[in-house]
């Protein structure tokens, strides 16, 4: 498992043509010294690389592609300008320019049909030079860029090739034909493109732009950026909150699907944490700031969609290789077959140049190119809108073969909310004496069971003389021992009695129990429930529809609270009385039984990190506010309910189906076509459909995923 390092930077990028530009351009970068890990993104106009020097970084593209401008993330329009259809072109122009093709285009057919003939070969020439500068500017200007860069494969070349050598066998209506044909795809395309692009901008503005500050002088209108740690901020209905941060002042019902995609509106009072990215809908709030803007919830919902693409699945790089190969090799085939057989057999020449034409036309890769990483993109921007953030196209294509998924027991599969369910003691100590020696043991211990304990401590009214606890010692996965006055006190689980001698009450219990020995003596135990979530068994049986076959469960706590969790949800195996340590070897030992398929584990990302990091995919679940979740797990679940990670399979493997059938799409149509061509079953009619209309149902089948 990698992580993006600090040294990664991502750069916006302008004037980038193609999808075959951006794949030279990366490899380009990828073999310059002092440039590491470059990955260019063509859908989101991004390049991330890393690298200390960006003056060398401008010079290296500058070699490569003259065209493209590197430009800083703070530099990039927040929109597209109106009336653009994609980067830089003008859509009204285009439509008035391919209006006026076609025009001339059907004038041109009526000529060689043989209607209203005059003097037919000048004014069929003129027609067709005005209709195909008309129709191909665009592409003869890119195929020109192209050519004075070096390169002599992408789509704008093979088309002006394909084309000019049309009309210089005189098939001049296949010429502008197959250029307006080509056009009209490329714009339809293009807007297929944007729109992906668009609807993954329109999650990305949940960014909130300011914030109402309380100030001595009175409320003040500030951006979120300028806000620090312990101001206070005012959050009226309707608004969004702008920072993470606590309630001090005001109740409310906060809109949070744009952070979880969660629907149901979460109620909020003085005292409950609120996230920037939030709506308070039905009241004011009074807020104090916790975190900076730059580390609040939204922002790292922005970064980690943002960056998402920086990791590559293994099917996009297979993809962007095949591509520098495959169009070269049509080319060589193409020129093979439009002069070796006249060469051989005295065949004509036009008959095979024509045949070599309809080669080049379908060769272009585009489908494969654009479709496949525009897949990758709708999965990681669908997976986001349901607060599942992805930090990877490679971690879809992991989640998509998961046979096996691992889940921690606290937390995960339960709600992680202690509450003393039972005071049992024993050796003449009472249940008040239990509840209090109890207490001054966990009092310094911030451990769930030791909340729980001290909560009801202070509901029976008691009130602690802190002034007598000392030698205060934890002992990791088992318990805690203390002084408590004269008394020595320890408090833990089953294990932690037999390594201390102690005979006490066996482990018979469905619920987590805490024993507490005084001065030597068995006192008595504590039994401390935590509800297992509502919908953690549908989230087993869902696991198990979407073809998991073997689900576990981890824990720290007692066997019998285990297997009472196990047996609530449905788990198939469980291993618990385990040390943090301990889930890391038992993760190893479930992947070395497994025949095959992928691990994932699932936890809440604060205790977990190790196990999380060792799993083939790792997933934090609810922890948004965690450091260590964000930073350690591949995918972050943002709300406490385990069935988001069956839903989080089944996004990656809808996107994995929606590639492969891109994949096999493009390559059957591709191959059919220039089997055809070769035998002079096609013309270029077919060809240029065959190529625009496979990367057309390409590039829609894999926005269907942004659909979802």
């Known amino acids: 498992m990698t992580t993006i390092e600090s040294t990664m930077q991502k750069f916006n990028l302008k004037n980038l043509d193609c999808a075959a530009c951006a794949a030279k351009l990366e490899h380009g970068l990828q073999k310059t010294e002092g440039l590491e890990d ?17 003056a060398h970084l ?188 606590d309630v001090l002042e005001g109740q409310s019902h906060l809109d949070t699907s744009a952070l979880t995609g969660e629907p149901v509106p979460l109620s909020v009072a003085p005292g409950d944490r609120v996230m920037a990215g939030q709506i308070s809908k039905t009241g004011a709030l009074t807020v104090t700031v916790t975190r900076p803007f730059r580390e609040s919830s939204i922002a790292r919902v922005m970064d980690l969609v943002e960056n998402a693409t920086a990791r590559k699945a293994r099917t996009e790089k297979f993809i962007t290789t095949f591509a520098r190969y495959y169009t070269p090799a049509v080319v060589l085939i193409a020129a093979a077959i439009a002069f070796l057989p006249p060469l051989i057999t005295g065949a004509s020449y036009q008959t095979w140049i024509y045949r070599a034409l309809v080669l080049l036309v379908i060769s272009c890769p585009c489908a494969l190119v654009i479709s496949i990483p525009l897949g990758y993109f709708g999965g990681i921007g669908s997976a986001s809108r349901r607060g599942i953030l992805v930090k990877g196209s490679n971690y879809l294509d992991v989640l998509a073969a998961v046979k096996t998924v691992v889940f921690d027991k606290t937390g995960t599969l339960t709600k992680g909310i202690f509450h003393v369910k039972e005071i049992v003691s024993r050796n003449g100590f009472s249940k008040d004496q239990l509840l209090e020696f109890a207490a001054a043991a966990e009092w310094k211990s911030s451990h769930p069971i030791a909340t729980s304990i001290l909560a009801a401590f202070e509901d029976h009214g008691g009130r602690m003389d802190t002034a007598r606890i000392f030698e205060h010692t934890v002992h990791a996965g088992q318990g805690v021992s203390a002084r408590y006055g004269e008394r020595t006190l320890l408090v833990g689980n089953d294990n932690f009695l037999h390594l201390n ?64 969790v196990a047996r609530q949800v449905g788990i198939d195996s469980y291993h618990a009385d385990l040390m943090p340590e301990e889930k890391v070897g038992i993760l190893e030992k479930i992947e070395r039984a497994q025949p095959q398929g992928k691990i994932a584990f699932v936890g ?55 590639v492969w059938q891109n994949i096999i799409l493009a390559f059957t149509v591709k191959g059919v076509f220039i089997t055809f061509g070769a035998f002079g079953l096609a013309t270029m009619w077919e060809a240029v459909f065959a190529d625009m209309g496979t990367a057309l149902l390409a590039v829609a089948n894999a926005t269907r995923i942004l659909r979802r």
């Open 38 to 54: 470059a990955v260019v993104d063509f859908v989101n106009q991004t390049l991330f690389v890393k690298t200390g020097d960006a």
């Open 58 to 245: 401008r010079q290296a593209i500058r070699a490569i592609d003259p065209q493209v401008e590197l430009v800083a993330p703070s530099e990039r329009p927040a929109s597209p300008e109106p009336g653009d259809a994609f980067r830089g072109m003008n859509f009204r122009k285009e439509l008035v320019l391919l209006a006026l093709a076609t025009a001339l285009f059907g004038w041109l057919l009526f000529y060689e049909n043989g209607f209203f003939k005059t003097t037919r070969l000048p004014w069929e020439i003129l027609i067709t030079l005005v209709a195909y500068l008309m129709a191909g500017s665009n592409v003869l200007a890119g195929a020109f860029k192209t050519i004075r860069r070096g390169t002599l494969f992408d789509e704008n070349v093979l088309m002006v090739i394909a084309t000019v050598g049309a009309m210089a066998i005189q098939a001049y209506s296949e010429a502008v034909g197959v250029m307006i044909f080509f056009k009209v795809g490329e714009l339809l395309q293009e807007r297929a493109v944007s729109h992906s692009r668009r609807s993954i901008h329109a999650l990305l503005a949940a960014k909130p732009d300011q914030a109402v500050l309380k100030t001595p002088q009175g409320l003040r209108t500030v951006t979120p950026e300028s806000v620090s740690v312990g101001d206070i901020i005012v959050v009226k209905p309707g608004q969004k909150i702008p920072l993470d941060g």
């Open 501 to 564: 001698a102690i005979d006490h009450d066996q482990c018979e219990f469905d619920d987590t129990v805490a024993h507490i020995v005084v001065d030597g003596r068995y006192a008595g135990y504590i039994t401390i429930g935590d509800d297992v979530r509502p919908d953690a068994r549908d989230a087993v049986q869902a696991l198990k529809d979407q073809g998991v076959d073997h689900i576990v469960m981890l824990t720290g706590d007692n066997a019998c609270a285990a297997r009472s």
């Open 604 to 658: 809440d990302g604060i205790n977990d990190a190790p196990v999380i990091a060792r799993a083939d995919v790792g997933l934090a679940m609810g922890a948004l506010g965690s450091d260590a979740a964000v930073e350690t797990a591949d995918v972050v679940l943002m709300t406490d309910s385990p069935l988001k990670m069956a839903e989080a399979m089944s996004i990656a493997k809808q996107t994995r189906r929606v």
